[in-house]
């Protein structure tokens, strides 16, 4: 199967080409002739897969190839509204957007909070074809009268499991209330569960369904490690296996945004550069650290899940869970980053006495059993000298081996040359403000 197969038009072939693409990936061979044919789509893809790609292609072919109509006042209609649950995934996918569509003659204009509305409102003011957006922002300006959806011919929701974990689900349905009747709504989501099941319902019509299998987690390349280790000691040993081995790149996860700032301070206490990544960060620091995390002059980068979830970094030597994740799937969106497209990776948790029966969870969804790992000693005055570390949870009933998910193929590395995007951001100025439903969502965290 190659692109040219798909019914894509020769523009959009040439970019993906250039981006190095040599053939679609299992999500983008079923969902592009699906979305071209005009159906509504329930998609289920990880971040990873190439899901991006797998919508954008086809609404960019749709878009270019129909005509435009005019609205009543001359001006030409935004016409496909992607939306998102994170800014980060909202930039990177309208540079997605951008970069697919450099060849076409359409305008992408992404919008979220904590940067000022002003130049939002400036843009929106221009031609706009496709517009991507998280949901608290693009109300405000839905507020404030200065965009238009009644135009929209394509919805995207992308990772709407993710926008209903973050309690986005009111302004969805605000949003949706907006949009014409006549339109094609395409949901991609990572995990189903009954949520999706009644959003589908009550927003799609006869739609094909797709789910591409998860990433195998279990791949040989990934090597998976457990310390076991008292909360108290954990950036001492977190510090010493970074220096040990002079690591670089390493994407380290903690539960809560306070738990994240304070380690990002022991590190620094330590002689170790980090960053954090989370909600009450102003966009213009995520900003920042996610770019110098991605081209190599931050050595850690310390991240929420929600912060994290898809954020396009990976095929990380190293991700770290200082804090094991409450909810067991996030484990696997976690060391899904690492070991990708060949590279050898490690995914090392560091897991206290109060952690194991999250540890517990993770072997069951997994159906694997993650053995601990022996620390040397480590720390300038540690006491620990070859420490035993004695198996506590032998009581558990003991997990199959074998691995729970089959296996989706890795993606080729991403070509190297990357065209700086010229996407329309609206402003880069950062108030620090979060939008209102940001707010919302990032008390719970
Ligand atoms: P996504 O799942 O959309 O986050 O995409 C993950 C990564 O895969 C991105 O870096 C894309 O550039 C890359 N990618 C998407 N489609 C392909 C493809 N057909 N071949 C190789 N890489 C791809």
């Not at 993906?16 to 679609?24: C, F, L, W």
């Not at 005009?38 to 971040?47: N, P, R, S, W, Y």
């Not at 499991?161 to 605000?174: E, K």
């Not at 909600?279 to 213009?284: D, I, L, R, V």
Request: hydrophobic share 40%; net charge positive; aromatic share 4%.
């Amino acid at each position: 199967m190659s692109f040219s197969n798909l019914g894509l038009s020769n523009e959009i072939i040439r970019a993906v080409t250039e981006r190095g693409y040599t053939k679609p990936t299992p999500i983008q061979t079923q969902a592009i002739p699906a979305i071209l044919s005009g159906g509504d789509l329930l998609a289920g893809a990880q971040t990873g897969t190439g899901k991006t790609a797998s919508f954008t292609l086809p609404l960019l072919h749709r878009l270019s190839s129909d005509s435009v109509k005019s609205t009543s006042n001359g001006c030409s209609p935004i016409r496909a509204l992607i939306l998102t649950p994170t800014r980060e995934l909202a930039a990177q996918v309208a540079e997605s957007v951008h970069e697919y569509g450099k060849y076409l003659k359409l305008n992408t204009m992404v919008m979220y909070g904590g940067v000022s509305i002003n130049p939002q409102k400036r843009l929106l003011k221009g031609r706009v074809d496709i517009l991507v957006a998280t949901p608290g922002r693009l109300l405000d300006h839905v507020q404030q009268g200065t965009v238009n959806l009644s135009n929209i011919e394509v919805l995207v929701l992308d990772e709407a499991d993710r926008m209903l974990d973050m309690g986005f689900i009111r302004d969805i349905r605000r949003i949706l209330s907006l949009l014409p009747k006549q339109r094609q709504n395409l949901l991609f989501f990572a995990t189903f569960s009954d949520k999706i099941k009644a959003l589908a319902a009550g927003l799609l019509n006869r739609p094909k369904m797709i789910e591409v299998a998860r990433r195998n987690v279990t791949a040989d390349t990934v090597a998976q490690k457990v310390y076991k280790i008292d909360r108290d000691r954990k950036r001492q040993l977190l510090a010493h296996l970074i220096r040990q081995d002079n690591w670089y790149q390493v994407l380290v996860f903690t539960r809560t945004k306070y738990g994240a700032d304070r380690l990002v301070k022991q590190l620094a206490e330590e002689r170790i550069q980090a960053l954090a990544i989370h909600g009450n960060k102003s966009q213009s620091a995520r900003t920042h650290a996610l770019a110098k995390f991605k081209n190599g002059t931050l050595q850690v980068l310390v991240a929420t899940d929600i912060a994290a979830r898809g954020l396009d970094i990976s095929e990380l030597p190293h991700v770290v869970n200082f804090d094991l994740p409450n909810v067991p799937e996030d484990y696997v969106h976690r060391i899904g980053r690492t070991g990708r497209a060949g590279a050898s990776g490690e995914a090392i948790s560091l897991v206290c006495a109060d952690e194991y029966d999250l540890l517990a969870d993770i072997e069951k969804l997994i159906e694997q059993r993650l053995p601990f790992e022996v620390v040397a000693s480590f720390g300038a005055n540690s006491h620990t000298k070859s420490e035993p570390i004695l198996d506590e949870r032998k009581h558990r009933p003991q997990a199959s081996k074998r691995p729970a998910h089959s296996t989706a193929k890795p993606l080729p590395q991403k070509s190297a040359k990357q065209s700086a995007p010229r996407t329309l951001t609206g402003g880069k100025k950062s108030d620090a403000r979060p939008d209102a439903s940001r707010r919302r969502a990032n008390r719970s965290r």
